[in-house]
């Protein structure tokens, strides 16, 4: 089955609204003969909604880093769902290994912020990965197994049509550390088969699977060339116009 490549970028807690504006405005010249392939950039909170006047119209779609899973209260600091969509965003990222290691993210709240933020309309982005200790300690697929079962719980198969699924090891997460082209197709290998069990085969080969970790523009093309990696979330490549216009031009 042919999968949309999805190239995405999360600019992190970088760039004020002025830069953010910029490097908009550079990029969506820099990739505007780009198809094929989707193109998703998730700026902070405060730049969703000039970013998405920037935008406007292009190829370009906009994501959110976070959600919360109420529609609205007394949640001090929080974003809903509803609040994402009237800015301009189609996607938002839910369980990055940032908000789980510094924020208390957990399965549960993943599968909470999952559930609303498709409920309501938005794509989502749903990361899993696991430690180097983990890794070490051969781990691995029993964190990601538990991840997908747990963060995906109660999720039906037409509800799973809004779900990009994002590896990610958190060892290689701007450590510089990158999971071989290998490395990142075993687990995502993995992953695929483990839809198939949870959901069924047809879900499964249509999901697609990102690899995050250390991405750049020179192991972009190894790691696309594999057959179970969908696309990639990048972290650090993506706040330069240059090398993340030349991930989403990859061969």
């Known amino acids: 089955m042919n999968r949309v490549p999805l190239i995405a970028g999360n600019w992190k807690m970088y760039k004020t609204v002025p830069e953010a504006v ?3 405005t550079q990029l969506k010249e820099a990739v505007k003969d780009i198809s094929g392939r989707d193109i998703v950039i998730a ?19 906009l994501s959110a880093q976070d959600v919360f899973w109420e529609e609205e209260g007394a949640f001090t600091g929080q974003i809903s769902p509803a609040m994402l969509l009237s800015v301009g965003c189609t996607y938002t990222i839910i369980g990055h290994s940032e908000r789980r290691q510094y924020f208390g993210e957990t399965n549960e709240t993943v599968n909470k912020k999952t559930k609303k933020s498709i409920d309501r309309g938005l794509k989502v982005i749903v990361c899993i990965g696991e430690t180097l200790e983990e890794r070490e300690a051969g ?3 029993s964190i990601l197994e538990i991840q997908i079962s747990e963060g995906l719980k109660g999720l039906t198969s037409s509800l799973m049509d809004n779900v ?9 997460i701007g450590t ?10 075993e687990a995502h290998h993995f992953i695929r088969n483990k839809l198939k069990e949870q959901f069924n085969i047809d879900l499964a080969e249509k999901t ?3 690899y995050g970790g250390s991405v750049k523009p020179d192991n972009i093309d190894q790691l696309m060339a594999e057959k179970d990696i969908d696309g990639v979330l990048v972290g650090g490549a993506s706040l330069k116009v240059d090398s993340f ?3 989403a031009k990859f061969t």
């Not at 990009?164 to 290689?172: K, L, R, S, T």
């Open 43 to 61: 700026p902070s909170f405060v730049s969703l909604y000039p970013v998405a006047q920037v935008i406007k119209g292009s190829n370009i779609n």
């Open 245 to 247: 216009s030349r991930i």
């Open 164 to 172: 990009v699924i994002a590896y990610e090891p958190v060892w290689a």
């Open 139 to 141: 781990k691995t697929f």
């Open 176 to 185: 510089g550390k990158t999971a071989t082209a290998a490395q990142a197709e």
């Open 22 to 24: 910029a490097t908009a």
């Open 208 to 210: 697609r699977i990102l």
